[in-house]
Each structure stands twice: as structure tokens, then as C-alpha cells.
């Protein structure tokens, strides 16, 4: 009995100490978020600085520090999300739970809070994969960047960014494709799912899946018979893009390249031309049945198309 009265009393002591040390916690915070709020500037970086060196020890303010993030603004609330993301893994329940705040301040920042604390934050992946389907599009974007960052495991991330393919926001459409790029040598599913990408109903959501396959290279190379289909696209950028493409995996595939480029040359768009003389340019040699083109476009009325055809001669000539 003894031994077990005195270990009661020290479980008691030691909870006693963590609810003393949990007030001193907030009573901290409460004080350095009125700081924060003062008029006096060094006051105010004071505070900011001792936010931003609190650690695990302050997990009990977290609420707190959640709740102030829809008050503020600006270079505060950064302050205040870095000042979550230092208390790190205690801080993540409340942050996913504010996942569902009405202000989408809070909601923003949270994920972002989220993401700086990285693999730590596992527990929150649910709520923002939620998140995804926020009316708020920086409150998605910011979701999609936290899983990237949390989520370290490729065969698990694949099917979130297949599915981010899909979502209605071309931001995340777009974050998603340089994301892929960033894991390509982590799966074999990565190439499969960007080509995918090559269909979708924004240009600029197609222009960045060829760039990123281009950039590729060998690696993409199943991509081939997409990559063939995209020089076909009735966008004009777009198809400029899928024929640099095609030929930076597959620099056999010059020929093929060449009509797209041709039909290019001729598009009212002045960036358009321009960017089809650079392609056929890199081509040299290569590309010398679209010299009659080119040289057509050194009288042409813009002079940066003009300088870059007579560039891209020199490379295709010399």
C-alpha cells in the first residue's frame, strides 16, 4: 500500500507540475499576443521573436495561437504560423480541426502551419485532404502543398495527385504537375499520370505537362504515343510546347515535330511565332524544311519574331 500511496502522489505531483507549467504556457502567450498587438514597433518585434522560439512545451496555447490566426494579417500571422509549426506535432489536432474554421484565414494558414511541420503531421492528412475541396482557392492550394510535403511515401501520394489531376481548380491541377516532377524517380506511375495530363480543357494545365515531360526526357518515353496526339491540339502555344516536347524525349521524332511547328509559324500571335522559330531552332540541321518559313518571317511585323527567326536560321544553316 505504501508504494502504491507514493506512487499515486508523484503521478499527482507530476500532473500538477504540467497544469502549472501549461497556465505559465498560455499566461505567456496571452501576454506576448498583446504585445503583438501594441503600437510600440520594438515591443512588437520583441514579442514576434520570442512566438517564433516557443517549442513543445507550449502545446497548451496552441488554441490560442489558432484562434488569434483569424485576427490578424500580414507579417503577424506569419509570425503566428511559424509559431505553430516550431511547437510542432502537439500543435497538429488543433490545426487540422481548424481545417473546418468558417474564417478562411485561419483555414489558410493552417495548412500552411501543417506543412512547415512536415512528416510530423501525418495525422492531419485526412482533414486536408478534405481540405482539397475548400471553397476557397488558396485555402486548396495551400492543402495540396501540405500534403506534398507531409505525405513521404510515392505509392500513397500517386493516387492523391491522380486525383488532383481532376480537381476543378487549375491552380491545383498545376501544382500537382511540377509536383509529379518532383517524385518521377520515386514510381512508375509518375510519367502515366502526367501524360494524362495532356488531355486536360485548360492550355496551361497541357503546356505544363509537356514541359515537364520534355524535361523528363528518356524517363518519359512511354508518354511517346500522348505526346504524338498533343501536336494536334487546337491551342497554338500548346502545340508549340508538345512538339519541344516530343523531340527533348524522343529526338528521333524531328519529322513529326515539323508540321505542328509550320502550322505555328503562321499564328497570329506574335509569342507564338516567336517561340516556334526558337523550337526550330534547337532542331539545326534538322529542321531545314521550315527555312522557306523562316525566312518568310524576317520581314514579319513584329521584331522580336524577326530576330528570332534570323536566330534560328544561323542554328538550322550553319
Keep these: 500500500m505504501p ?17 502549472q507549467a501549461d497556465d505559465a504556457a498560455i499566461a505567456r502567450v496571452t501576454q506576448l499576443l498583446e504585445q503583438m498587438r501594441g503600437k510600440n514597433q520594438s515591443q512588437r518585434a520583441v514579442a514576434a521573436r520570442e512566438l ?17 490566426l483569424g485576427k490578424t494579417d500580414g507579417s503577424a500571422r506569419q509570425v503566428l504560423t511559424n509559431a505553430l509549426a516550431k511547437i510542432g506535432k502537439p500543435a497538429v489536432p488543433h490545426l487540422a480541426k481548424a481545417l473546418q474554421n468558417p474564417n478562411s484565414g485561419i483555414r489558410r494558414q493552417s495548412c500552411l502551419a501543417l ?24 485555402v486548396r492550394s495551400f492543402a ?21 489531376l481532376k480537381n476543378s481548380d487549375r491552380g491545383i491541377r498545376l501544382t500537382t504537375i ?13 510519367v502515366p499520370v502526367l501524360a494524362s495530363a495532356l488531355a486536360d480543357g485548360d492550355k496551361d494545365v497541357r503546356i505544363a505537362a509537356s514541359a515537364t515531360l520534355g524535361r523528363l526526357g528518356d524517363k518519359a518515353k512511354s508518354a511517346l504515343e500522348q505526346m504524338k496526339k498533343s501536336l494536334d491540339d487546337p491551342d497554338d502555344e500548346a502545340r508549340v510546347a508538345a512538339a ?15 508540321p505542328a511547328l509550320l502550322k505555328s509559324l503562321k499564328s497570329s500571335k506574335d509569342d507564338v511565332r516567336r517561340g516556334a522559330c526558337y523550337v526550330l531552332g534547337t532542331f539545326g540541321a534538322k529542321a531545314k524544311p521550315a527555312v522557306p518559313e523562316l525566312r518568310k518571317l524576317l520581314q514579319d511585323p513584329s521584331a522580336n519574331v524577326r530576330m528570332a527567326a534570323g536566330q534560328a536560321l544561323e542554328k538550322i544553316l550553319k
Design 115 to 138: 506543412q512547415k511541420i512536415g512528416k510530423d503531421a501525418k495525422a492531419a492528412l485526412p482533414a486536408l485532404m478534405q481540405a482539397l475541396k475548400d471553397q476557397d482557392q488558396e
Design 244 to 258: 519541344l516536347a516530343l523531340v527533348q524525349v524522343a529526338p528521333d521524332q524531328t519529322r513529326l515535330a515539323l
Design 144 to 164: 495540396l502543398a501540405a500534403v506534398i510535403k507531409i505525405e513521404d511515401d510515392p505509392q500513397n501520394l500517386i493516387p492523391v495527385l491522380k486525383q488532383a
Design 178 to 190: 511540377f509536383a509529379l516532377e518532383g517524385i518521377v524517380d520515386k514510381s512508375d506511375q509518375v
Design 52 to 68: 517564433m522560439a516557443l517549442g513543445p512545451e507550449a502545446k497548451a496555447a496552441v488554441p490560442l495561437l489558432v484562434s488569434e
Design 3 to 19: 508504494q502504491k500511496r507514493c506512487a499515486a502522489m508523484l503521478v499527482g505531483l507530476a500532473l500538477a507540475i504540467s497544469a
